[in-house]
């Protein structure tokens, strides 16, 4: 059975915008504590899109983690390396909003509001509204970052980045848990299949080879050279398959291609 459009709505605003009463958002808010949240969508098995956009989100959150740890110290008065904050920076523009979200805005989101997911007044149009406010946010830490030397800057730059860190963090629960499921219950093999193809082709052409390589590399300097533990374990960013980066990408765009993969070209030798 179709959840109904209320039910959605809780999850991904709140109880104050459900069509429904608060009462019957309040039950529903305890029932959902005592049954597992992502059993009540009735999900078919995972779309390899939707999984390669979460395995993107794991690494969002370790570049989310950095800026944090980076917005800490500098509220603290720390001292902060310049360069370190630029880094996040060009992470959080080229990987987290000009790979991920344009991923999301480009490929997936047209297929769900053609599979019947309304863009206004439902959760696609939230994402997109948090997309264009994290994006906001950006440009105010990056005018911070070209007046580094005035106290006042600085001070603007990690209130901004801790707003971010909310923002992106809340966001990216949605996305997981109520957004990717909606879309493995509402498109078709054929529309995961054309994602995919669609994803490789953003990559290869708008990024460039090797770059989101580059960034997950990126990522996890930063987070050892500022002491932040991994948030995801190595079953969330295992590869899809065979070997490859952390999401695995190449390897599973040949996959969907028809082409050998790596390890299937190695199996052959």
């Known amino acids: 059975m179709r959840p109904s459009w209320w039910k959605m709505r809780f999850a991904v605003f709140g109880y104050q915008n459900c069509y429904r009463s608060e009462q019957q958002c309040h039950r529903y808010a305890a029932h959902c504590h005592l049954r597992n949240r992502r059993n009540f969508?009735?999900?078919?098995?995972?779309?390899?899109a939707t999984q390669v956009l979460r395995q993107e989100h794991r690494v969002i959150e370790q570049g989310v983690?950095?800026?944090?740890?980076?917005?800490?110290?500098?509220?603290?008065?720390q001292p902060?390396?310049?360069?370190?904050?630029?880094?996040?920076?060009d992470f959080l523009v080229h990987f987290a909003d000009g790979c991920h979200h344009a991923?999301?805005?480009?490929?997936?989101?047209?297929?769900?509001?053609?599979?019947?997911?309304?863009?206004?007044?439902g959760p696609i149009g939230v994402m997109l509204h948090e997309h264009e406010h994290g994006r906001q946010l950006i440009s105010t830490m990056q005018q911070a970052l070209a007046?580094?030397?005035?106290?006042s800057r600085r001070q603007e730059f990690w209130e901004a980045a801790e707003q971010y860190v909310t923002l992106l963090r809340q966001h990216i629960w949605k996305e997981d848990n109520v957004l990717f499921m909606l879309a493995e219950r509402v498109l078709a093999p054929t529309d995961d299949e054309a994602i995919c193809s669609e994803f490789a082709r953003h990559e290869n052409e708008r990024m460039g080879p090797g770059r989101h390589e580059y960034y997950h590399r990126l990522h996890e300097e930063l987070a050892r050279a500022l002491g932040v533990s991994s948030v995801a374990t190595a079953e969330e960013t295992a590869p899809i398959t065979g070997t490859g980066c952390g999401c695995a990408h190449a390897e599973?765009?040949?996959?969907?291609?028809?082409?050998?993969?790596?390890h299937e070209k190695s199996n052959r030798s």
């Open 252 to 262: 599973h765009y040949h996959h969907l291609a028809g082409q050998p993969s790596q």
């Open 147 to 151: 007046n580094w030397d005035e106290e």
């Open 65 to 77: 983690a950095v800026l944090s740890e980076l917005a800490r110290r500098l509220r603290q008065g």
């Open 103 to 121: 991923k999301e805005e480009g490929s997936l989101f047209p297929r769900l509001e053609r599979g019947g997911i309304p863009r206004s007044g």
């Open 41 to 48: 969508l009735e999900r078919r098995s995972p779309m390899q």
């Open 80 to 89: 902060v390396d310049r360069s370190q904050v630029a880094a996040i920076l």
